[in-house]
Every structure is written in structure tokens, then in C-alpha cells.
């Protein structure tokens, strides 16, 4: 619906909160800034199923070719291949505990890469089916929950772990999203990037925390849809740690990188990232978590 | 621009500079326009892009304000207006501050274009009815809704009592519009010195900081001749991130450490020039018209 001329939001999402009004955050032992990684483990299809959306113009490849794209599903698969291991061997040099979204078709075909993850102590967060098969107004409430209900099966028995975590594929959600994921009993959801604090959703059942990721410095927004050069995403990551980082001495802050193993963990990249990460682990008042950890601590703050 | 009359500012100044935060609401399902899709990345909602403009009302504005705040700037907020009915802390704080408030229309995905023209007129008693009701300001002109327009645009705006229209890129100096009754003139905004499109592709903070330095060193220099204008267009949601916020601050320092700078709003420049230039470049006009009807 179109919005009403009333105060606060123009959805049922959750409230106006200007950031100046709200009562101080503290991270744990004081903290200023919460820094966290999120890498995301997307599957794309060769053969999606007839009905699936899928973004027109996804990232990957050269241009859009007919079906099959080699190129464009080839180069997203070399994440799960090659990219993601190099990614978590760099987080693991900086003692940056990684947030993983998976979805369910790399959960249930990836086995050996799910073990790994767990060996390398990462927290596993739903993410739906495919990046093949989007989440949308298009599908309806029933096929929506059910989709939320086989990612997080899934999930669950690739590695014994309920998710309580939820990034949308592609970021891509229904009007209903929010809602249905908190009736799955997921707590918290990393779809609405319109933040530097976790915040309370307003949902009809369940308790649902908004964990907003840094959209500015995701790979994908950056590196491939605005093209800016390695060195300006570094300095991006930077300088926005530093500010965070200078804020939350008054109220935390906390800041998501988001990163895809194909794109990141390309060699040509990793040393960028490794400087910026050398760079902002250098920052004294740091908690390096994951992101249930976060979420935890902005529930358990007296705020 | 060779062959004006002489502009003058007050305080002898050669720039007129005015700093345009764009402060937005995007709606998050929007009505349907037959001409254009505010959310094409996917079905509506799009929420990654409706969350990545709400940060600016959250966050990003109000760090933006300090930066504005400390160096005493007097914004022309570009506004949609219904801001004031779902952020009245906003609205209250540009208020307080005295920032002259320019019509953005109403919501930033609900564009002219595909307006009838008794829709149209509708909309400006709406948004002057609004603002007035908001603040007491009277409202004195307009950016359209994400820069949408219509052939009547001028007119109609002229014919509701606006003085000043911001969508003219052709200038460096106000100019009058020609329209059916009233009077109406450009006050010349930018699209270049602007931190949506400068942020939509590759370049960022250290790029943009060069740009507005270039732009500001020309219109100094020439402004010796004749006053200039110069438009900081900024929006909360890029501007206002922490990786860019010390950006602003350099532009800030560097822009008002200039002595002869007028940093005005659009309708203190807008009435500056009516007052005292109109007459003369409408004369101008008719005069270069003359030339041309005569060869």
C-alpha cells in the first residue's frame, strides 16, 4: 500500500528511531565498535524450476548470456570452491569469528565445506533455498514459510545447528518476510541495511532483532555495482571502522562486512582486504563477533 | 553568459553558495507510476534500497548535521514534505535551525510527470499548505519530486506563487523562465556537484571533496566579473556515512574559509536577484532575441 501521511514508518516493520534520541548502547567490557564478518555461500542454479525469480541482471560473469551462462554460474562457483577457503583462512589470521549465510542447495551438496565450517567454528545463518529462487511478493504465505521452514531444515542437518540468524537471497524479501521468519523462531534478520545498532522488529509473533549489514563495503554493492576501485573499497572499510569506531565510545556501534567467497576471495582482491583488515583490527576498543554474539549483547544491554 | 549585465552579491561576494540536503522519503511500496519504476531491482519491496535511503533519516542526517552545525551552515533543505508527518524530529530540527525548506514535492517516488494539470495545480496548494502548517514558512520554491517535471511545471508553479525553480542545469546564474502569468526564475542547483550520481558509480569521497573544490576554484575566479551560484546538492543517506563524513567536514572548511562567499539560501539568492538583476537580464534577453530576429 502506498504510504499514509502519518507518523513513523510506512510499514509494519518496525519504528522511527532517530539514532540521537535512543539510550547508550554498550557492547560487552565496554566495546566501541562490534566488527563482524558475514560471507555468503549462494547456489545458482543451471536449471532453475520454471516459477523461480531471480534478479535480471545477477552479479557474475561477463554479460547476461542465454542459459546456460558458464560464465556467470562458473565464476559464482568458484567461491564455494576456492574462494571461500582463502577468505577464512585471512578472517582466522585477524581472530575475525566468520558469520556464514548458507543456503540450502550449498548446505545439503556441499557436505566436505560444511564440516569445514564447522571445524573453523562459524556460526551458519539460513539463507534461504538458492540465489536462483528469490523470496518475493510473487511467491505467496504458504510457499514463503515453507520455503523459510526447508532452508533452516536444511541447514540443520547438514550441521546439527538451527540457524537463529537470516539474510533474505540476494537481500530480497515479500512484504511478509519479517513476520514469517520470526514465526520460524529465527531471532534475528540481516535484510534492512539502515543502521550502525542492531534494533528491536516489531512482529506479530516470535522476537525478531534487525541486524543491519554495512551495504556501503559489501563486495558485491561496492566492487561490482559501482565499480570502484580496490583501493577506495579499502579506504571505504577503513575509514568507516574509524568513525564507528570514534561514535561508539558514546553509543556501540557495530559494523557487518559482507563478503562473497567468488568475489572477495579472488586473488587479485584478498591482499586489499587483508590491508583493510590489518588496519581496522589495529582499533583499540574492537570486539571482533559473530553475529548472534551482537545480537545477544543488544538484548541483554539495559537499553 | 559573455555579454550580462554585471551580477552583484552582497558583501561583494563572487559566489552565491547554497547547501542542499536532500532530505527523502521513499516509500515502501509505492503507488504504481506508469512511467517509471522507483525499486526495478526486484518485485516491490525492494528493501535493501528502501533500508539504504531510511539510514538517512536514522543515522546518517543527524551526523550530517553536526558537520553542518559546527560550520554554521544555512541549508535550503530539499524536503519531501510528508518528512515533516513521519519525522517530526527531523522537521523540528531543521526548523529550529532556521534552514529554508524547498519543496521536493511530497514523497520521493511520486513523480510529476504523469500528473493532469488540475493534478499538478492540486499539488503545490498541497505542498504549500504543508510547509505552512509544518513550520509557518511560506513556501518559495522547488526541486521536483526526484527531479520530475511537465511541460507545465513553470506555469503552474509561477501561477501558485513560487518564486524559484532548481531543475534548470543551464546556468550558472539564475535566469528568468518565461511563463504565463507571474514571474519565475531558475536558481541554478547541480546534478554534477551531487552526491547521488557522483556515489552511484565508481568514484567516492576523495573524488567528490576534488570535484567541488575544481567547481568552487572556477566560480571564484570568474566571480570576479560577475556573481556566480554554486549548489552543494548532499543526501543524508550517502553523505551522512561514517566513511564520508570528514569529506564534508574538508568541503565545508574549504568552501566557507573563502572570504568572499554569500552562503545564502535559494530564496535569499532568488530575491537578490529579482530585486536587483531581473529587470536587466530580461532586457538582455530581448535584446540577444533582437539580434537574432534581426539576422
Redesign the interface.
Known sequence: ???E???????PHYH??????RPSLRWPDGKALALGALILLEHYEWQPPEAA?S?RNPSGGLIKLPSPDYLQLTHREYGHRVGVFRLLDLLERYAIPATVAIDSLTALNYPWLVDYLLERRCELIGHGIAASR?I???INATTESEVIEESLDAVEQASGVRPVGWLSP??????R?PALVAAAGLKYLC??????QPYQMTVPSGNLVSL?LF???DDEFALWH????LQ?WE???V??A???HR?GENSGRHLMLTLRPWLSGQPFRISTLERALSEVTKLPNLWLAQGSEIVDAFLECDC | MVDRPRITWPGNARVALWIAPNVEHYEYLPPRDPQRNPWPRSPHPDVQGYAHRDYGNRVGFWRMLEALDQHQVRCTASTNLAVFEHYPDIGKAMADRGWEIMSHGIYNTRYLSALTEDEERAFYSDCIETLQRHTGQRLRGMLGPAVSNTVRTPDLMAEAGLTYHADWLHDDQPIPINVKQGQLISVPYSIELNDVPVFLQHHDTADFVAMVKAQFDTLYAEGAESGRVMALALHPYLMGMPHRIAGLEEILDYLLGHKLVWQATACEIADHFIENHYEDFVQHAQRIKGVADAS
Open positions: 500500500m502506498p504510504a501521511r502519518s507518523y513513523g514508518m510506512d510499514h522511527y528511531s532517530p539514532i540521537p534520541e525469480y534478479l528469490l518475493t511478493s510473487k540476494e537481500g530480497v524479501e515479500s512484504d518476510t535484510d534492512w541495511p539502515n543502521d550502525e543491519p551495504l556501503e563495503a559501482r565499480r570502484t576501485s577506495s579506504q571505504t572499510i575509514s568507516a574509524t568513525q564507528l561514535d
